[in-house]
């Protein structure tokens, strides 16, 4: 499901009720089996938010392996600790979920996170968490599927997992926006590897307007490994749009299909140990993509196929010279008035191969050919992201451009490439309108995608100096 939006979408999905597996190309939904129970929880219109929110607190703690709770809609009110240790099974999960397309909205005080929780095979489904501090604070948590909710208006992060190491991770489909604090959409792992995840999926989410200090949307700390962020839309962030540092010597993490645009930062900054893939970052006050040594070393970085845009400075790859395994292959780098490649340090040792760019190029002399413009060479897309179809023009400089030794099967859709085109950046050569990742059946979603879609420009943001732009 893409950017065609309409009536006939809205009321197909207000018809129908959650739907937990939805198709994606870039993970499989977990299969950890059916609730042999299910326990129903009404909304009592005589009481109010607090004491509902006392009922489902009681409901939630009680749950054990093999049961589901469905909430009805209504407002929630828990204003204390609400840390539920849930321990599910294979096979016999514990499952939280909205009742159908009901709205249950679940808020906290300002000194209390809304949810702190332990366990392990654990699905929330379709579920709104608001106020509070941070939204939701997953601590000894593995095999946890969060999937189709929303988290909103945090005072805090929205959604963090960084005091405990966790794994098989699920969070997907859900809508994050309007954070303060620091601000983080996501925040996972800690400083320094002091705490990890790994072999978790973050898929298909739309993060937007995270504020507060800092205000990235997803941040993959040091240390953290065989993790993939895929699919995501998220724009509109303070600091990068998607942030990862390195995996120390771990499984490298996988950036793939992603749409970032609209930082007061670097749109997308990874520091090393990672395959970046078919990613569209346009319209960052630093650059659209940016790569420095900072808790570790930049080692094993591969960048293929993505569009990378910018009015400013493209691409800033500080700390590239004389690494292991570092690869800068079939990237569209267009900047409008700056370096569409820069490597200050030089690229002694890098492959570069296949790029094509707009600016000029500084720290390596071959591997890219000039492109036109993105208006000649795109079928739509501007250097201030109002216009987003990246998708190559008829003519475009981006078709046989690529080196065909590092193209990847598949495009940022998730269609197979015509290899024999040898195209450029993160799209193909165009045979259906271009797709935007988003949640999948999140009306919240749904209506802010398609307003940002329709939408011309946003009014512009204030700037300050990038982070650790070096």
Same mark, same amino acid.
């Given at each position: 499901?893409?950017?065609?939006?309409?009536?006939?979408?809205?009321?197909?999905?207000?018809?129908c009720?959650?739907?937990?597996?939805?198709?994606?190309p870039?993970?499989?939904?977990?299969?950890?089996?059916?609730?042999?129970?299910?326990?129903d929880l009404?909304?009592?219109?005589?009481?109010?938010?607090?004491?509902n929110?006392?009922?489902?607190?009681?409901?939630?703690?009680?749950?054990?392996a093999?049961q589901?709770? +469905?909430?009805?809609?209504?407002?929630?009110?828990? &204003?204390?600790?609400?840390?539920?240790?849930?321990?599910?099974?294979?096979?016999?999960?514990?499952v @939280?979920?909205?009742?159908?397309?009901e709205?249950?909205?679940?808020?906290?005080?300002?000194?209390? #996170?809304?949810?702190?929780?332990?366990?392990?095979?654990? @699905?929330?489904?379709?579920?709104?968490?608001?106020?509070?501090?941070?939204?939701?604070?997953?601590?000894?948590c593995?095999?946890?599927?969060?999937?189709?909710?929303?988290?909103?208006?945090?005072?805090?992060?929205?959604?963090?997992?960084?005091?405990?190491?966790?794994?098989?991770?699920?969070? !997907?489909?859900?809508?994050?926006?309007?954070?303060?604090?620091?601000?983080? &959409?996501?925040?996972? &792992?800690?400083?320094?590897?002091?705490?990890?995840?790994?072999?978790?999926?973050? =898929?298909?989410?739309?993060?937007?307007?995270? &504020?507060?200090?800092?205000?990235?949307g @997803?941040?993959?700390?040091?240390?953290?490994?065989?993790?993939?962020?895929?699919?995501?839309?998220?724009?509109?962030?303070?600091?990068?749009?998607i942030?990862?540092?390195?995996?120390?010597?771990?499984?490298?993490?996988? +950036?793939?299909?992603?749409?970032?645009?609209?930082?007061?930062?670097?749109?997308?900054?990874?520091q090393?140990?990672a395959? +970046?893939?078919?990613n569209?970052? +346009?319209?960052?006050?630093?650059?659209?993509f940016?790569?420095?040594?900072?808790?570790?070393?930049?080692?094993?970085?591969?960048?293929?196929?993505?569009? $990378?845009?910018?009015?400013?400075?493209?691409?800033?790859?500080?700390?590239?010279?004389?690494? =292991?395994?570092?690869?800068?292959a079939?990237?569209?780098?267009?900047?409008?008035?700056?370096?569409?490649? /820069?490597?200050?340090?030089?690229?002694?040792?890098?492959?570069?191969t296949g790029?094509?760019?707009?600016?000029?190029?500084?720290?390596?002399?071959?591997?890219?050919? !000039?492109?036109?413009?993105?208006?000649?060479?795109?079928?739509? $897309?501007?250097?201030?992201?109002?216009? /987003?179809?990246?998708?190559?023009?008829?003519?475009?400089?981006?078709?046989g451009?690529?080196d065909?030794?590092y193209?990847?099967?598949?495009?940022?859709?998730?269609?197979?490439?015509?290899?024999?085109? /040898?195209v450029?950046?993160a799209?193909?050569?165009?045979?259906? *309108?271009?797709?935007?990742?988003? *949640?999948?059946?999140?009306?919240?979603?749904?209506?802010?995608?398609?307003?940002t879609?329709?939408?011309?420009?946003?009014?512009?943001?204030?700037?300050?100096?990038?982070? #650790?732009?070096?």
């Amino acid at each position: 499901m893409g950017k065609r939006l309409g009536i006939i979408c809205f009321a197909a999905l207000l018809a129908c009720g959650p739907v937990l597996a939805a198709a994606s190309p870039y993970y499989t939904p977990p299969e950890w089996g059916t609730p042999a129970q299910t326990i129903d929880l009404p909304y009592d219109t005589g009481r109010t938010p607090a004491e509902n929110g006392a009922a489902l607190k009681a409901a939630v703690l009680a749950l054990t392996a093999g049961q589901r709770l +469905v909430v009805h809609g209504g407002d929630y009110y828990i &204003g204390s600790y609400f840390g539920p240790t849930l321990n599910g099974a294979d096979g016999a999960p514990i499952v @939280i979920e909205a009742s159908g397309s009901e709205v249950v909205e679940i808020s906290s005080d300002v000194n209390h #996170n809304i949810l702190d929780l332990n366990g392990a095979y654990v @699905i929330l489904h379709g579920l709104s968490f608001t106020a509070g501090s941070i939204g939701i604070r997953l601590h000894s948590c593995h095999h946890v599927w969060l999937d189709q909710c929303r988290i909103h208006d945090t005072p805090e992060a929205a959604l963090t997992a960084n005091t405990y190491d966790t794994n098989n991770l699920y969070i !997907t489909d859900n809508e994050i926006y309007n954070t303060a604090g620091t601000g983080e &959409g996501m925040y996972l &792992g800690a400083n320094y590897g002091a705490v990890i995840m790994h072999s978790s999926i973050v =898929a298909g989410n739309h993060i937007y307007n995270t &504020g507060g200090d800092q205000g990235d949307g @997803i941040e993959l700390k040091q240390g953290s490994w065989g993790n993939t962020i895929a699919g995501n839309l998220v724009h509109d962030c303070n600091y990068p749009c998607i942030l990862v540092y390195g995996t120390d010597g771990q499984p490298p993490n996988v +950036v793939e299909g992603n749409v970032c645009y609209n930082s007061n930062d670097n749109v997308m900054q990874v520091q090393g140990e990672a395959i +970046v893939r078919n990613n569209l970052a +346009v319209n960052g006050a630093g650059s659209a993509f940016h790569t420095h040594d900072h808790q570790g070393q930049t080692v094993n970085l591969q960048v293929i196929n993505n569009t $990378l845009v910018n009015s400013g400075r493209c691409t800033n790859l500080t700390s590239w010279s004389d690494r =292991a395994g570092m690869v800068f292959a079939n990237n569209a780098c267009y900047s409008a008035f700056a370096e569409a490649i /820069r490597f200050p340090n030089g690229s002694a040792g890098v492959t570069v191969t296949g790029n094509v760019v707009v600016g000029s190029v500084t720290g390596v002399a071959s591997g890219f050919v !000039t492109g036109s413009s993105p208006d000649s060479d795109f079928q739509g $897309l501007s250097y201030d992201a109002s216009m /987003r179809d990246a998708r190559p023009s008829e003519d475009s400089s981006l078709i046989g451009a690529a080196d065909p030794a590092y193209l990847p099967l598949t495009d940022l859709t998730g269609a197979p490439r015509n290899t024999n085109q /040898r195209v450029a950046g993160a799209y193909d050569v165009p045979a259906t *309108p271009p797709q935007e990742p988003m *949640p999948m059946a999140n009306i919240w979603g749904l209506c802010i995608l398609a307003m940002t879609l329709l939408s011309v420009g946003r009014a512009s943001k204030s700037r300050r100096l990038p982070k #650790n732009n070096t």
